[in-house]
């Protein structure tokens, strides 16, 4: 390796790929007769462009096609078509995780219409009852004034009610 | 923007643009929302822009969106990597199981692999190149950068990956010098 090294090897991505001028083309090539250190990162250059360069090109979703004839705005081209049905199932899953009891006899028949197998509504429903947890310990953790900052209006009162007049606490909601 | 010009553009950049931030995020649902996102962006934008430009704009959004979501996503690992859930290592394993219906190569999981160490950035910027064929020069147009930014960028990303690459690439010529 000589003091041409480092700038040689800065355009051996441009080499490679036969960007660079004639007279810049030349140099490297003259310092890559001899210089076997550069040719090897020159070998390595080559493998990473054929790896990459033959990846196969992935078909693009259907759901991209019929954007143009959509008016423009976001609310009238979902971005999945299915996602409100998920959105509203989400949040039934995630209300009964909150006021029913984790007992199968307790779950109402009627509460839910959906084409979702009973195996897939109880994986939700523990999915939803982890995320709760785990989003709860988050605001646990949280300064108090944080989380009002955040949340304002939108905490449930109890909530709110319990973190008025409490100063907020460096160690988060614990204190 | 008129909606043929919106359709040439699509029809053009549509399919790469996808596997692009396919690569990228290896996970198909967030590769499907960001060229949803960056088409959707471009339909409602489109006004603003001069068609020449379109092209570079939609290189660079799709950049930003897989930058945003493996913010997310880091974000998430760092609230739900708890020792008392199952959801961090099920998140791995969705992501390395991600490429395997793709149809790579060995090689090509090996350095998709290893890319996983780069930074989003880095990551779009080598695909941009070396995947989508675009050069130095029009790369550094459609991010804002210099050429001589990306070239130090592109080195030091092999750097990283010289592991992997000196396994792939560099048998042939151990093997010319040693019978030479």
Redesign the interface.
Known sequence: MNHQCPDI??????FA?D?LPAAEAATVAGHLAVCESC???L???????????????????R???P????T???AT?P??PWKPLLTGLAAAVLALAVLVPDTPHHLPDRVIITPYTPAQVAQARHDAR?SLA?AVD?INRTQRHTVVDVFGRQLPQAVSGSLSGTAASPEGGQG | MD?KT??QL?HAH??????RA??VLRDREDA??V???A??RL??HGDDLPAERAGYWLQRVITNLCIDVTRRRKVVRT??G?PD?D?APRLAAHEEGADSC???DE??H??LNAMSALTPETRSV??M???Q?M???EIAEALDKTV?AL??Q??RA?QT??PV??A???E??LSRRQTG
């Open positions: 090897r800065l355009l051996l991505t441009e790929a960007e040719r090897d990162e070998t390595r250059e080559m493998a990473l462009r054929e790896a990459l360069s033959t990846l196969p090109v992935q078909s693009a979703p759901v991209t096609l954007l143009h004839t959509a423009r705005s976001p081209a971005s999945r982890v785990l988050i | 909606a919106y359709t699509l549509r399919d790469r643009v996808f596997s396919l690569y499907e929302d060229t949803q996102e088409f959707l339909w409602n609230h739900f708890r859930t959801i793709l149809d790579l090689r090509q090996q350095v080598m695909m190149h070396y995947f064929g050069k130095l020069r001589s070239k130090v592109i080195h092999r990956l010289r690459l000196e792939q690439g560099l042939p010529a």
